[in-house]
Nanobody, 127 residues
């Protein structure tokens, strides 16, 4: 059974920082893509950051470039998202997700392409 469990969400003021964690169990193959996605009320789920397991190659949405950093600790099978300089537009439920990699370091694709999902952790940024 593959399980992803997020933690680290909370409420912060604009300009603040949070670090999200996602612990993976039941899946150890490093030929995988992991990502952080978010969904605000009445909006579609969007990709925030992604990372390829074998090389650590990362990609980011334009809206978070320079502010968010995705990383992984393969020994602990854990994914992280360091979020700095948060603003109210970052308010959303944040989810981590995992899929097998079919294209090497290319971890693109829609949310539907990711097979495994965590339950989500809420991030609220106040102005």
């Amino acid at each position: 059974l593959v399980q992803l469990v997020e933690s680290g969400g909370g409420s912060v003021q604009a300009g603040g920082s949070l670090t999200l964690s996602c612990t993976v169990s039941g899946y150890t193959d490093s030929n995988r893509c992991m990502g952080w996605f978010r969904q605000a009320p009445e909006k579609e789920r969007e990709g925030v950051a992604r990372i390829y397991g074998r090389t650590g190659t990362t990609s980011y949405a334009d809206s978070v470039k320079g502010r968010f950093t995705i990383s992984q600790d393969n020994a602990r099978n854990t994914l992280f998202l360091q979020m700095n300089n948060l603003n109210p537009n970052d308010t959303a439920m944040y989810y981590c997700a995992l899929r097998k990699s079919y294209w090497g370091v290319d971890c693109g694709g829609t949310p539907a392409d990711f097979r495994y999902w965590g339950q989500g952790t809420q991030v609220t940024v106040s102005s």
